[in-house]
């Protein structure tokens, strides 16, 4: 009890009900060929073993990141050896990451509960985020407002940040999107950021006030607002909505599977318990359909940025075919350009190509889905880092990670209003 108690205080109360992950470890696994990929694929899909592949092979890298339960570490270290896979263990005590991120978050609140300050530099909870949100309006009420676009599964409202220069009228538009997949942090971490930059730069950086000038920015930071809770309270790795069907003994689709772009193809699937369960049907997802109907009913969206993590990589479509998409020259030349921006602050390097081939096929993904709906300016930022803290990437790397993404960010909505179609 008393060992308990001592817990309790070390790592705040509010995490306390979340689940525990001791002794489990993330393994990196070297995929050479085929032969080993199916080796892989025997390992990751056996229902014995509970693992969880957080980041598969790519054309650029034949490393495959898969968090191993402790309970399946030997038997699974024992399969690794029978079968000449190589591998090495990249978090070796993943509880002492989750714990320490959790005191830093309890201290920030404190932090910022006294000085009634948000600090970028943080994770923070949907409701922090929610009022920032409202702050950032109220600190530019001609350029911003939030704006209500829906409710989740369990009724938490979704809000974007919308800035515009003009009244009425549907402007050419920009939609940023993040926090699809809940435990992906930096990329709420980074929208949050991305708005006050976008408010606090207007009218003092020349391009993203030219950029505004042509069009409205809509930036939505917590795509999944259930999920993000959840893996507040309950489960820091938790990826999918938290939605239930009727019949179905798992929770939650994985809303990135879900838009009506080759629904239930290649790269999803019709497993609810699987984590790229693409849902009973396209737009099932009332995060996911919120978004759609906003969009649709908009109709002069040019542009679609979905920001993901982790693997540092810059994607445009398709994700559902191998296939090469009509604009595929344009957006792979506009995304080399941005990656080349992204990497000259700090020389952070990101690899770029179409989904499908630069990491794996995955049908009904949101820019899929922007883009066969006419937003020709389609792509997917998988952010920081390569592996190394993978979905627990520390706070203090959420500035720099802003910071570095908003030079990307820029390149491409310059490049969306010098080419308006
Ligand atoms: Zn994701």
Redesign the pocket.
């Known amino acids: 009890m008393k060992w308990i108690l001592f817990l309790g205080a070390l790592i705040g109360l509010s995490f306390c009900g979340r689940e525990k992950f001791f002794g489990d470890q993330v393994f990196r696994i070297n995929v050479r060929n085929g032969d080993e990929i199916s080796k892989l694929s025997q390992l990751v899909n056996s229902d014995n073993f509970k693992l969880d592949v957080w980041k598969a092979p790519s054309t650029f890298s034949r490393l495959v990141d898969v968090l191993v339960p402790s309970v399946s570490l030997q038997p699974v270290k024992s399969f690794l050896k029978s079968q000449g896979l190589e591998y090495s263990v990249t978090i070796g005590d993943l509880q002492a990451l989750l714990d320490h991120e959790d005191e830093e978050m309890q201290h920030n609140e404190g932090q910022e509960r006294s000085g009634n300050n948000f600090n970028y530099g943080a994770y923070h909870s949907l409701e922090a985020i929610y009022h920032e949100m409202d702050s950032i309006a109220g600190d530019f009420p001609d350029l911003a407002s939030r704006v209500k676009i829906g409710h989740s599964f369990e009724n938490r409202s979704m809000y974007v940040l919308k800035f515009g220069t003009a009244e009425g009228g549907r402007r050419p538009a920009v939609w940023l999107n993040a926090g699809?997949?809940s435990r992906?942090w930096i990329s709420v971490a980074t929208a949050i950021w991305t708005a006050r930059k976008i408010a606090s730069d207007y009218g003092k950086d020349p391009t993203i006030t030219s950029i505004l000038e042509k069009m409205d920015i809509f930036l939505l930071p917590v795509a999944n607002p259930d999920g993000y809770v959840y893996t507040q309270s309950q489960n820091r790795l938790w990826r999918k909505t938290r939605s239930i069907y009727p019949r179905s003994r798992c929770v939650g689709t994985d809303p990135?599977r879900n838009w009506n772009a080759s629904f239930a193809g290649e790269g999803a699937s019709d497993n609810p318990c699987s984590e790229i369960y693409h849902g009973p049907h396209a737009n099932s997802e009332v995060e996911v359909k919120s978004v759609v109907d906003f969009i649709q009913e908009h109709g002069n969206f040019k542009c679609f940025i979905d920001l993901?993590?982790y693997s540092q990589l810059l994607m445009y479509p398709y994700g559902y075919t191998v296939k090469k998409a009509p604009d595929a020259d344009e957006l792979d030349k506009v995304a080399r350009r941005a990656a080349k921006a992204l990497a000259s602050l700090s020389g952070t390097t990101y690899q770029v190509g179409p989904t499908c081939t630069t990491v794996y096929p995955a049908s009904g993904s949101s820019v899929d889905w922007a883009y066969d709906n006419g937003i020709k300016y389609a792509f997917t930022f998988e952010l920081r880092d390569t592996g190394h803290y993978g979905f627990l990437l520390p706070a203090n790397q959420i500035i720099p990670t802003a910071e570095e993404t908003w030079l990307g960010l820029k390149t491409i909505m310059e490049h969306v209003r010098d080419n308006l179609y």
């Open positions: 699809i997949h992906e990135n993901h993590s």
